[in-house]
């Protein structure tokens, strides 16, 4: 009988021994991880201004819509979604130097004032920010000559961002819609 247990017994040792050593190793790794993420990572802040064309009309246009609420009579377009790919530049005529693009989409979120959500990538293709993006999240009251919207992340140089993007139109068509819009935006990253 008591033979018959000891195997068992052992068995139930080794593994609980086992299981005790590999949390060990990996409570250890992660200690290691922490060591290394505490060196102290040095803040930048950067301030990036541009210009960006939202083109809705013509042949080529850079936004388009993709739905439409059925049977909406609202004023302010509630519901709609509009993709964009929108040129960057720096300064303010299309033709100025690209910059990068917006890409991602805005849509209409107020049902009695025109006011935009906007999740929006700003790429950026100049020098050291070539391949670098910010996200924009937020709230774009666009019939307002000033508004301000938040930066949630970015990637490359831009790793970790926060901040915001203040927008002043530059620019608007009534007939087309076709709006150019200045960029200020003041980003805290790594
Ligand atoms: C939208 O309007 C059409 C035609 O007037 C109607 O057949 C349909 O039921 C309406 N849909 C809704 C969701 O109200
Ligand atoms: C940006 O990077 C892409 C590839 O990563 C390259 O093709 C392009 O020439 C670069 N542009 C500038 C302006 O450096």
Known sequence: MASSLLPKCSTTIFLSCFLFLLAAAVDAKLVHSQRVLRRPLKEKMSHLH??????????????VTVAVAKNSTSLTGFGDIVMIDDPL???????SKLVGRAQGLYASAGLQDLSLLMAVNYVFMEGKYNGSSLSILGRNMAMRPVREMAVVGGSGLFRMARGYAVARTHWFDANTGDATVEYNVYVVHY
């Open 89 to 95: 530049t720096d300064g303010p005529e299309l033709s």
């Open 50 to 63: 541009f210009y960006f064309h939202d083109i809705v009309s013509g042949r080529n246009p850079t936004a």
